[in-house]
């Protein structure tokens, strides 16, 4: 067996697993805030209808949730299935269609609601539109110079915003606002975190069944059969009354993820001590040590006890002696 060449498959697999996961959260991202951003505007529509080419069928509801049809062949009687299902969550689609295949059925589809002509995608439609025949065209631009265009894309949309202000109150505003920005991105992308957790252990949730993470006096935090994130929280402006929490945008507002992942895994740990030998060994270690320290302490208090029952016992025998004396 070629070790050295097994070790670069992992390698490669594992950098392309990564990567597959990093495009995931930015996919999801990005369409979080497109849907944000239109949110209204589909509402007001009363959803749209994206993609109808059987089998494959994509919609929108006037809530946000897609409807996506499925087609599989059933194994006892060989026919053709199609089944309906809904996907509530941005992350789940993005495992369903590519990004770019959603994006242009919203496009498409809001063009022909709105009775417009299919929008040009491709060169030869470009051209015919503008009556011009494809072969007397040519290209001014060259390989090199794509690479270019493409590389200064990248750099352009990495670079973070340049802030500018002509005094103190200006340079605090800017600040703030861009500080405001910065937070809805980091619960966007810890929402897009809780989500993939979700959509992960969906099937295993379903053997452990509803898991209680947090349980306090103001707030309740439940990991379902589901696979899904509930909380209730009693918010300090709520007038006493409790606020329901399902969607991962709404829990993020309350909870950090790296404390959600923390105490589910101390939770699971508590319900199955054997999925965390190691924390027992600690707790059994700790309780070890306390019940030496109990032991040490009963045995210091026996032997105060001791020593106070001689001197009680030398007191009196010196009374004896002086009343004898008398």
Do not use: C
């Not at 589809?109 to 002509?117: L, P, V």
């Not at 069944?209 to 899904?228: A, C, H, Q, T, Y």
């Amino acid at each position: 067996m070629d070790v050295s060449r097994n070790d670069t498959l992992s390698a490669l697999a594992n950098d392309a697993a990564l990567e597959r996961t990093a495009f995931l959260v930015e996919a999801t991202d990005q369409l979080h805030k497109f849907l944000d951003r239109n949110a209204n505007r589909i509402k007001d529509l009363g959803g749209l209808t994206l993609i109808d080419e059987d089998p494959d069928y994509l919609s929108i509801a006037p809530d946000g949730t897609f409807r996506v049809r499925s087609r599989y062949e059933d194994p006892d009687t060989g026919e053709w299935v199609s089944e309906t299902e809904v996907v509530e969550s941005a992350s789940e689609l993005i495992e369903l269609f590519n990004p770019a295949e959603i994006y242009t059925a919203f496009a498409e589809a809001a063009r022909e609601a709105a009775g417009f002509e299919p929008e040009p995608t491709a060169t030869d439609d470009l051209l015919q539109t503008a009556g011009v025949p494809p072969e007397d065209s040519f290209s001014l631009a060259t390989d090199d110079d794509e690479g270019y265009a493409a590389a200064a894309d990248t750099w352009a949309a990495g670079r973070a915003p340049t802030l500018e202000a002509d005094d103190e109150e200006g340079a605090a505003a800017a600040i703030y606002s861009l500080a405001l920005d910065y937070q809805e991105k980091s619960q966007q992308n810890e929402a897009a975190l809780l989500e993939q957790f979700e959509e992960s252990v969906g099937k295993l949730a379903g053997m452990v069944g509803d898991l209680v993470i947090i349980d306090d006096e103001d707030e309740r935090l439940i990991l379902g059969s589901s696979g899904r994130f509930r909380a209730e929280v009693l918010p300090e402006d709520g007038d006493g009354e409790w606020r329901e929490l399902t969607a991962p945008d709404d829990i993020v507002e309350f909870y950090d993820p790296t404390d959600v992942f923390g105490d589910l895994a101390d939770s699971l740990a508590e319900a199955y001590p054997s999925v965390a030998p190691e924390l027992a060994d600690e707790d059994e270690a700790e309780g070890d040590a306390d019940d030496e320290a109990d032991d040490d302490e009963a045995d210091h208090d026996e032997a105060d006890d001791d020593e106070a029952d001689a001197e009680a016992a030398t007191g009196g025998a010196d009374g004896a002696e002086a009343g004898k004396d008398r």
